[in-house]
């Protein structure tokens, strides 16, 4: 019903930046959350980000500050721009759709996501 793709990531050094990208296509829906995720090799997927359809946004605490989710409506595009980049921002980053959207604690929990992307890859080197 939904599918996403990332696109954007890359390698840079810290205190860089990098904004990626993940494409909406499907079904049109009225109510949804988009968000990212990203996952180290063998640890927990951990929420980075996430917008909900009706304007509510949520951030990790460890990116206040530093990260923005925005979208773009017309070209159906949820964006994370990455700024003041960290080594401890390494890993794979996915975004996913979930299309009956929580409440605002439970924003940035796997659980209630259905649809994933594939991942893009961000390294920050030190």
């Known amino acids: 019903q939904v599918q996403l793709e990332e696109s954007g990531g890359g390698s840079v050094q810290a205190g860089g930046s990098l904004r990626l990208s993940c494409a909406v296509s499907?079904?049109?829906?009225?109510?949804?959350?988009i968000a990212w995720f990203r996952q180290v090799a063998g640890e927990e997927r951990e929420g980075v980000a996430a917008?909900?359809?009706?304007?509510?946004?949520s951030y990790a605490d460890s990116v206040k500050g530093r990260f923005a989710i925005t979208r773009d409506t017309a070209k159906n595009i949820v964006y994370l721009q990455m700024n003041s980049l960290e080594p401890g921002d390494t890993g794979v980053y996915y975004c996913?759709?979930?299309?009956?959207?929580?409440?605002?604690?439970?924003?940035?929990?796997?659980?209630?996501?259905?649809?994933w992307g594939q991942g893009t890859q961000v390294t920050v080197s030190s």
């Open positions: 499907g079904r049109t829906y009225i109510d949804y959350s």
């Open positions: 917008i909900v359809s009706d304007g509510r946004i």
């Open positions: 996913a759709a979930d299309l009956t959207p929580s409440v605002q604690a439970k924003l940035l929990v796997k659980y209630e996501y259905d649809y």
